[in-house]
């Protein structure tokens, strides 16, 4: 291949540190997929208090120690540590930001885990973490021919390099990548004295007599990247999405793409997956009865293997459908169906989906966190999952689904349309269900539909064993990411 190219990959949360959505996926699967085609990638993140520094093997860096960073008027420590993320094929170098105060006190990344409510000092945690970036750079003298930055957690980093560091970064380009809109990184405009920048990028970053971290992330990349095609066309045309902001994607014209997010090719395939009781090995009965069977007993349910398990993973929150999946459950739980969840969120939605698993215990189980190998179990072991999204950027769990040979049950919005096409009973093409409308009747409809497929011994069969032969890894996603580094890198 051509020369490699050195990139450095930006981010709120990865795994297996830490996750709160699909970006953490993301975060871990990109990198080694670009790796594996030969550029020198590595990862930055900060350490927030629930990640541990044992378990994650992070340790210190000699030269990046005690390094001051001033946010406004307050200066804090940072040290940049060591760590690394990989599979069994691949390894990833990976820098973590660590401070006391910003981080290490603060148990979520965000939101306070407690009250579900987002910390107050947002503004200045990811000021000094994109200045972490920054520094480590120049104590380093390592200046990336890339630096890909994530959502509003790193938009600052173009700005800052662009316009305080043009000589030292004056042959890196700057990717952004918007995983989902509903996070902007919105402050008050008190906000901009704490940043440093200088006053003539102020405007790159005022929204609405706000400041707006990622509407600056988008104005000083020289490439603007989303997760899937149909998403990156809502991106152009919605305002009510956008809130307006779809002008300024517009305006990036042929510097702003959709591409589909890819899978890991090793964790993720039921082949290979080292968190599943039952491996795939040509007898999808078996899998599907042995890792049905553990995902139970991880529920304390009943095991009964003829019963349809139905399987959600979510956060908490509007926009992945919860209010929808509230007003239907007990509809479902009608039906001789097992329903188990995962998810985190707010305590209201908590509170609901507990008060329902107690009324129902043998029919439907939630635990809330983040839980890596509990996720991987809930995709074994479904029949049915469930993706009511008001609104979808991607869709990972749909490719998850499929993976494991299971019936994707999905909202039709955003990415989902990307990955999932309707199934037709008659001519057996499609590989999901489409929920039409965001409405509980639709919902419920869309369930029974998938429930027809699954009581259907051969059609379930045909139907899993064609979808689980796809490909659904980042190996075309990779090649159309190294095209656009290195075209990026011409201009």
């Known amino acids: 291949m051509t020369k490699p190219l050195s990139i450095l990959y930006v981010t709120g949360e990865v795994l297996p540190l830490v996750k709160t959505g699909g970006i953490a996926d993301v975060s871990y699967s990109f990198p080694l997929a670009i790796r594996d085609i030969g550029h020198d990638i590595r990862v930055m993140i900060p350490k927030y208090g629930c990640v541990s520094e044992r378990k994650n093997r992070i340790h210190e860096i000699n030269r990046l120690k005690d390094i001051p960073l001033t946010v406004g008027s307050r200066t804090e420590l940072a040290t940049v540590k060591s760590s690394s993320i990989s599979n069994p094929r691949t390894k990833v170098q990976a820098y973590i930001t660590t401070n006391e105060d910003y981080f290490n006190v603060k148990k979520g990344i965000y939101t306070d885990p407690e009250s579900g409510e987002l910390y107050p000092d947002n503004d200045e945690r990811f000021i000094f973490f994109n200045k972490s970036i920054i520094e480590t750079c120049l104590i380093l003298g390592w200046f990336p021919d890339i630096i890909h930055c994530n959502d509003w957690s790193g938009a600052l980093l173009a700005a800052y390099a662009k316009t305080m560091f043009p000589t030292k970064f004056k042959k890196t380009k700057f990717v952004f990548t918007v995983h989902n809109l509903n996070g902007l990184g919105v402050f008050p405009m008190s906000t901009w004295a704490k ?128 209010p929808l999946l509230l007003e239907s459950i007990e509809k479902f739980l009608e039906d001789d169906i097992k329903f188990v969840m995962l998810g985190d969120g707010g305590k209201e939605y908590k509170d609901k989906l507990q008060a329902i698993s107690e009324k129902y215990p043998d029919k439907f189980g939630v635990k809330f966190g983040f839980n890596d190998q509990l996720a991987h179990q809930i995709q074994a072991g479904s029949d049915i999952f469930l993706i009511p999204s008001k609104e979808e950027p991607c869709g990972l769990n749909a490719m998850y689904t499929l993976a494991y040979g299971a019936i994707p049950v999905v909202s039709e919005t955003g990415g989902l349309t990307d990955i999932v096409q309707e199934y037709d009973p008659e001519t057996k093409e499609g590989n999901g269900i489409f929920i039409k409308e965001h409405t509980s009747k639709a919902f419920v409809n869309a369930v029974n539909k998938a429930l027809v497929l699954y009581r259907n011994t051969e059609d379930m069969e045909a139907f899993a064993a064609k979808n689980m032969v796809a490909d659904y890894t980042w190996k075309e996603s990779a090649e159309e990411y190294d095209k656009i580094y290195r075209a990026v890198m011409k201009d």
């Not at 490439?223 to 152009?236: F, K």
């Open 195 to 322: 940043t440093g920048l200088p006053e003539e990028a102020k405007k790159s970053f005022v929204y609405k007599k706000k400041i707006n971290f990622t509407k600056g992330g988008l104005l000083y990349a020289d490439y603007v990247t989303t997760v899937s095609p149909t998403y990156a066309e809502d991106l152009r045309t919605d305002k009510s999405l956008t809130d307006g902001m779809c002008t300024h994607f517009k305006k990036k014209g042929e510097k702003f793409i959709g591409i589909l997010n890819g899978i890991d090719g090793w964790g993720w395939l039921p082949k290979t997956d080292p968190n599943i009781r039952k491996k795939f090995n040509k007898n999808f009965e078996d899998f599907k009865y042995f890792n049905k069977e553990n995902l139970l007993e991880a529920y304390d349910m009943d095991s009964v293997d003829e019963k349809p398990v139905i399987g959600m993973i979510s956060r908490l929150d509007e926009q992945k459908g919860i």
